[in-house]
């Protein structure tokens, strides 16, 4: 937390020191041994002595201000985002959207400029996806009709029966795929869906969405850790797929522990 607090404190230095140089013609910029700067005004003839850094220092307070409150508008536009909306949103931040501290904290890091810029990002995700809504056809159940609709409606109906999103997973692989077993993609299209089965279509670009959820690095836990977790075996085709470790004996010799 210290380290991003002197992040975003070393950003707004500079945005400082952008304003003071811009005051040049007024003073300049005095670089202190202790890493501070100072503005040195110029006397005014006439006025020598009477010129001091309170129009700095407002200008300062300005930017501070300014900054503070785009910052906080920011993230309450994030927060008051729509499950599809906000899926997006993390999505082109490359943000795992089950992280709500980390997606905050990336808000906060954001300099004046990349803070505009995310607002008027988040601006276009709500108009340009109001606007997509009528150009999409729908189900009875009100799920989005394309090429993923069956993986649409296989998250929708596993979304209230489990506890956690790892429940879930698992009991999907298992009684969709059985002796099939799943590739990566189907796991991550259907992890994607779940809990917004009308979300904007799945792409490559959203590859490596919950991937953190299979990294032995990252302590991923769809490969490790309670009652059951996935793992690799080769199906009766020849092909490696993922199994649950409860099942999988049950569809093949082999398989190994993800690692």
Do not use: W
């Amino acid at each position: 937390m210290q380290r991003d607090q002197a992040h975003r404190t070393n950003e707004l230095l500079e945005r400082i020191a952008v304003a003071l140089e811009a005051k040049n013609k007024l003073g300049k910029l005095v670089y202190k041994d202790n890493g501070t700067v100072d503005f040195k005004p110029k006397d005014i003839p006439g006025f020598e002595g009477t010129l001091d850094a309170l129009d700095v220092l407002t200008d300062i307070k300005t930017i501070t201000d300014e900054y503070d409150t785009k910052n906080d508008e920011l993230h309450k536009l994030v927060q008051n985002l729509g499950n599809n909306d906000y899926l997006e949103f993390c999505s082109i931040h490359n943000l795992n959207s089950n992280d709500a501290v980390a997606v905050s904290n990336y808000i906060a890091e954001l300099d004046y400029e990349e803070c505009l810029g995310a607002i008027n990002e988040v601006v276009n995700i709500v108009d340009t996806n109001d606007r997509n809504l009528s150009q999409y056809e729908y189900d009875l159940q009100g799920i989005k009709v394309d090429d993923d609709h069956d993986i649409r409606v296989a998250a929708s109906n596993f979304e209230e029966d489990y506890a956690t999103k790892k429940d879930a997973i698992l009991d999907y692989v298992e009684n969709e795929f059985s002796s099939r077993g799943a590739r990566y993609t189907d796991i991550i299209k259907f992890a994607y869906y779940l809990g917004a089965p009308n979300a904007p279509k799945y792409s490559n670009y959203n590859r490596g969405y919950y991937s953190c959820a299979f990294s032995s690095r990252m302590n991923g836990h769809l490969i490790q850790g309670g009652k059951d977790f996935l793992v690799k075996g080769i199906n009766k085709n020849g092909k490696e797929r993922y199994f649950t470790h409860s099942s999988v004996n049950k569809f093949t010799d082999y398989y190994k522990r993800i690692s």
